[in-house]
């Protein structure tokens, strides 16, 4: 309970700084006349490799995790689903890593980085917003959400 608190309070707070240095970055650029920061500035990329190293880490976070280890570990060695309905870009996704035998790890990793940058791109315009959003995923309980559905 200790582990979980410091390692989620931490990263909250890590995701929140760059994305509030983003956001001031951006308002001194727009300032002197300059033009918005890229989607892929060095902090939101920052932030989702981050994202991306916790939720490649977790271990037993949400009650599906060692069903999606499993069904990945399936894939990797028998080169087959025990479930055949899956999504095809999940299945495709997951066939391109296993068949260069990813680590389970970094399996995680990618769908965790997926998520969390495509909701960041959804607010690339609004990067004040970018402080707020991560102490609400991390701290609010939705990472234990997303990280439940991967597939998704």
């Given at each position: 309970?200790?582990?979980?608190?410091?390692?989620?309070?931490?990263?909250?707070?890590?995701?929140?700084?760059?994305?509030?240095?983003?956001?001031?970055?951006?308002?001194?650029?727009?300032?002197?006349?300059?033009?918005q920061?890229?989607f892929?500035?060095?902090?939101?990329?920052?932030?989702?490799?981050?994202f991306?190293?916790?939720?490649?880490?977790?271990?037993?976070?949400?009650?599906?995790?060692?069903?999606?280890?499993?069904?990945?570990?399936?894939?990797?060695?028998?080169?087959?689903?025990?479930?055949?309905?899956?999504?095809?870009?999940?299945?495709?996704?997951s066939k391109?890593?296993?068949?260069?035998?990813t680590?389970?790890?970094?399996?995680?990793?990618?769908?965790?980085a997926?998520?969390?940058?495509?909701?960041?791109?959804?607010?690339?315009?609004?990067?004040?917003?970018?402080?707020?959003?991560?102490?609400?995923?991390?701290?609010?309980?939705?990472?234990?959400?997303?990280?439940?559905?991967?597939?998704?």
């Amino acid at each position: 309970m200790l582990l979980s608190f410091l390692v989620y309070t931490t990263t909250a707070s890590a995701l929140a700084w760059l994305g509030w240095h983003a956001n001031a970055r951006e308002q001194r650029i727009l300032k002197d006349g300059g033009k918005q920061l890229p989607f892929y500035c060095w902090e939101i990329v920052v932030s989702v490799l981050l994202f991306a190293f916790v939720a490649g880490a977790r271990f037993k976070t949400g009650y599906d995790h060692w069903y999606y280890m499993s069904q990945y570990w399936q894939l990797r060695d028998y080169h087959g689903f025990t479930r055949l309905d899956y999504e095809p870009g999940f299945i495709l996704i997951s066939k391109g890593l296993a068949a260069i035998n990813t680590p389970v790890f970094i399996y995680f990793a990618f769908w965790g980085a997926l998520q969390y940058a495509l909701f960041l791109y959804a607010f690339r315009n609004n990067k004040s917003v970018l402080v707020w959003v991560p102490l609400i995923i991390m701290l609010g309980g939705f990472f234990v959400g997303w990280m439940n559905s991967i597939r998704q």
